[in-house]
């Protein structure tokens, strides 16, 4: 820890905040949310149509093989 001191001076102070360390539980209520409920709820937005129809899918990709040609008869 002294090796850090040089780079990180406030790790002097650490050990002068452990005695505040009994404090912190009324300053912060437990378990607080992270991320408090907006105050005016947006209402969901609908999804744009697009201005223009939309093409059909193309076709599926042919098979990489043609299929076997049947069996000749015996």
Known sequence: ?????PLFPGLLLLPLLFPLLPLLPPLLPFPFPLFPPPLF???????????????????????PFPPPPPPLPA
Do not use: C, N, T, Y
Not at 43 to 63: A, G, H, N, V
């Open 41 to 63: 709820p947006l209402p969901p937005l609908p999804l744009p149509s697009p201005p223009f129809p939309l093409p059909p899918f193309p076709p599926p990709f042919p098979p």
């Open 1 to 5: 820890m002294l090796l850090l001191v």
